[in-house]
């Protein structure tokens, strides 16, 4: 994966700036662990982070902002942890849901941290679109690999991407109370075999 810059404003950070925007991040995550969406507020992450509100503010204009900060460096870590160890299983449902499965066993890890991050998500802030893109794009490219290194089909492309709207819709299942957190990767698992064909049955088909 390719090394990322990460900016301020649309300038790149300095390492004193890359330094303080990990502190202002290390804070909200531990109060996102003590308290879930509620816990994240900004005076209190300023205050664990030691820098001015108004500094926080230019780094991250508001907690969403924040938040799915938090969420593209978790998902770029599992592209990270994807491409060091690569998905098991001979066919392509199968490195599916090991992906799947890794992504929810991580976030099950730090449960107030995930809803916290999901309640960001689908937020429907305007000003949160590139935010929910790039995390919607890096999600992607994680599940992607389990198609192997080569070009995607048109149809593994489509694939990928009715498979995240199932894992969101899955997420915020959890977080509005519907279902329990275990139910999460049996139903991603369920629509991987709706939706991945059978290699073998394909190639005799």
Avoid: C
Avoid at 82 to 103: I, M, N, Q, S, T
Avoid at 114 to 123: D, G, K, P, Q
Avoid at 179 to 200: M, N, T
């Amino acid at each position: 994966m390719p090394g990322r810059v990460e900016t301020v404003a649309g300038e790149e950070l300095s390492d004193a700036q890359a330094e303080r925007r990990a502190r202002i991040v290390a804070s909200a995550l531990s109060l996102a662990r003590q308290g879930g969406f509620g816990a994240v507020q900004m005076r209190e992450v300023a205050s664990g982070a030691e820098v001015a509100l108004g500094t926080l503010y230019r780094y991250f204009p508001s907690k969403e902002h924040l938040l799915l900060a938090i969420q593209l460096d978790e998902v770029r870590a599992l592209v990270g942890a994807v491409e060091a160890k690569p998905p098991r299983g001979e066919r392509d449902a199968d490195r599916l849901k090991d992906v799947f499965g890794r992504a929810v066993r991580g976030l099950g890890q730090q449960p107030k941290v995930a809803s916290a991050m999901i309640r960001a998500l689908v937020t429907g802030e305007a000003d949160l679109v590139e935010e929910v893109a790039a995390v919607r794009a890096t999600t992607l490219e994680a599940m992607t690999a389990a198609f192997g290194s080569g070009a995607l089909t048109e149809r593994q492309v489509e694939t990928a991407d009715l498979l995240y709207h199932v894992w969101l819709s899955a997420m915020v299942g959890w977080v509005s109370g519907l279902q329990e957190f275990e139910w999460i990767e049996p139903e991603l698992g369920r629509a991987i075999d709706r939706l991945v064909p059978d290699e073998a049955n394909e190639d005799t088909a």
